[in-house]
């Protein structure tokens, strides 16, 4: 059985890899590289909020990990990962540096599973939150501040760095669903499976691990979650256009 700690060296490797070479395509077309500097604020934000939430919820829990490591913070270079922001610029999903968190300090109002469940959740639940937010932001723009607004430089720029916005925290949120470690999905949907599945899943979590590299690396990944960000995301515009009746 391959060695987690040799697999995600080697997780990290790959990515690098792939960085490089679209980072070198960046690099080469300006028009890009502009719109890699616009995501970048919608990145700080859905990166900082998602750490955010979890460490919260694992606070609100009784567990006082994340606080005592100062991670109760929306000061985004607490929450950077170097790769996985890149990641999240470059390809519309990523990951950020992940807080830890002690289970065993939840409250035994529920058990530990349960615990783990609702605070790996809170993550991707804050990305769709700030979703619809901004969302909401860019339709009150779009319906009070005018067209002539929108047509001017920097209207244009704000309503790009709002879609970016969106779009990021939409990615982010969507692609921890996947039900594979090391994602949130992975540890939400603990609580909903059978006792032999659990113990399949934990005893052969290092096997999932490397098919979540493989989905990776071979870009199935993004094929498969494609879809989804694109179906959340008609949903969130579709609200949002609603509550301000366009």
Same mark, same amino acid.
């Given at each position: 059985m391959f060695n987690f700690s040799f697999d995600k060296r080697t997780m990290y490797i790959i990515i690098a890899v792939m960085?490089?070479?679209?980072?070198?395509?960046?690099?080469?077309?300006?028009?890009?590289?502009?719109?890699?500097?616009l995501s970048a604020p919608g990145v700080l934000i859905a990166i900082t909020f998602h750490e955010f939430a979890h460490g919260y919820a694992a606070y609100k829990l009784g567990d006082n990990t994340a606080k005592n490591q100062g991670r109760l913070s929306l000061n985004p270079l607490d929450h950077l990962d170097p790769i996985g922001t890149l990641m999240l610029l470059v390809a519309g999903f990523g990951w950020g540096k992940p807080v830890e968190v002690n289970p065993r300090n939840y409250t035994r109002k529920m058990s530990m599973e349960k615990g783990e469940a609702i605070v790996s959740l809170a993550g991707p639940l804050m990305n769709f939150v700030l979703a619809i937010i901004f969302t909401l932001i860019y339709y009150a723009i779009y319906k009070f501040a005018g067209i002539s607004f929108?047509?001017?430089?920097?209207?244009?720029?704000?309503?790009?760095?709002?879609s970016?916005?969106?779009?990021?925290? /939409?990615?982010?949120? $969507? #692609?921890? *669903?996947i039900p594979l470690p090391p994602?949130?999905?992975?540890? @939400?949907?603990?609580?909903?499976?059978p006792y032999k599945a659990k113990q399949f899943f934990v005893n052969n979590?290092? /096997?999932?691990?490397? $098919? #979540?590299? *493989?989905?990776?690396v071979t870009g199935l990944a993004g094929?498969? @979650?494609s879809p989804?960000?694109?179906?959340?995301g008609k949903g969130i515009l579709s609200l949002g256009a609603l509550v301000f009746g366009l």
């Amino acid at each position: 059985m391959f060695n987690f700690s040799f697999d995600k060296r080697t997780m990290y490797i790959i990515i690098a890899v792939m960085l490089g070479i679209a980072l070198l395509q960046f690099a080469t077309n300006p028009s890009e590289l502009i719109g890699l500097l616009l995501s970048a604020p919608g990145v700080l934000i859905a990166i900082t909020f998602h750490e955010f939430a979890h460490g919260y919820a694992a606070y609100k829990l009784g567990d006082n990990t994340a606080k005592n490591q100062g991670r109760l913070s929306l000061n985004p270079l607490d929450h950077l990962d170097p790769i996985g922001t890149l990641m999240l610029l470059v390809a519309g999903f990523g990951w950020g540096k992940p807080v830890e968190v002690n289970p065993r300090n939840y409250t035994r109002k529920m058990s530990m599973e349960k615990g783990e469940a609702i605070v790996s959740l809170a993550g991707p639940l804050m990305n769709f939150v700030l979703a619809i937010i901004f969302t909401l932001i860019y339709y009150a723009i779009y319906k009070f501040a005018g067209i002539s607004f929108m047509a001017s430089t920097v209207g244009s720029i704000i309503m790009l760095l709002i879609s970016s916005t969106i779009s990021i925290n /939409i990615g982010l949120g $969507v #692609f921890n *669903l996947i039900p594979l470690p090391p994602l949130d999905g992975s540890k @939400i949907i603990m609580p909903f499976l059978p006792y032999k599945a659990k113990q399949f899943f934990v005893n052969n979590e290092q /096997i999932f691990y490397i $098919v #979540f590299v *493989l989905l990776w690396v071979t870009g199935l990944a993004g094929t498969i @979650i494609s879809p989804v960000i694109s179906w959340v995301g008609k949903g969130i515009l579709s609200l949002g256009a609603l509550v301000f009746g366009l």
